[in-house]
């Protein structure tokens, strides 16, 4: 397993809660490290990414001020601290690894973890 994310479970609104993703070092060390989300009955979406440096961060409108995404390059680990959550953050999280293509100008995920189950309660 490549990747392996964990953290998740039930908090009531306004709470927080950490992700971890732990990785292979080949999965670590590729350009881009993100989290995406997946409610039912809807699409998957993106959430947050870190580059391979950790120096750039980008987050999704919904979750930007509330979400902060870091790694950790002693534990090849990619975190996600969730905070102020609300019943809409609900969903099972997944982690996944990419590189950028420079032709498409966009980043291409290519392994993906098992998630975890976020519930919000309100």
């Known amino acids: 397993v490549q990747l392996q994310a964990s953290g998740g479970g039930p908090v009531q609104t306004g709470g927080s809660l950490r992700l971890s993703c732990a990785a292979s070092?080949?999965?670590?060390?590729?350009?881009?490290m993100g989290w995406f989300r997946q409610a039912p009955g809807k699409e998957r979406e993106f959430v947050a990414r870190i580059n391979w440096s950790g120096s750039r961060t980008d987050y999704a409108n919904s979750v930007k001020g509330r979400f902060t995404v870091s790694r950790d390059r002693a534990e090849n680990t990619v975190h996600l601290q969730m905070t102020s959550l609300k019943p809409e953050d609900t969903a099972v999280y997944l982690c996944a690894a990419g590189r950028y293509n420079r032709n498409l100008l966009t980043y291409e995920y290519d392994t993906w973890g098992q998630g975890t189950q976020v519930t919000v309660s309100s």
């Open positions: 070092r080949r999965a670590f060390d590729n350009d881009v």
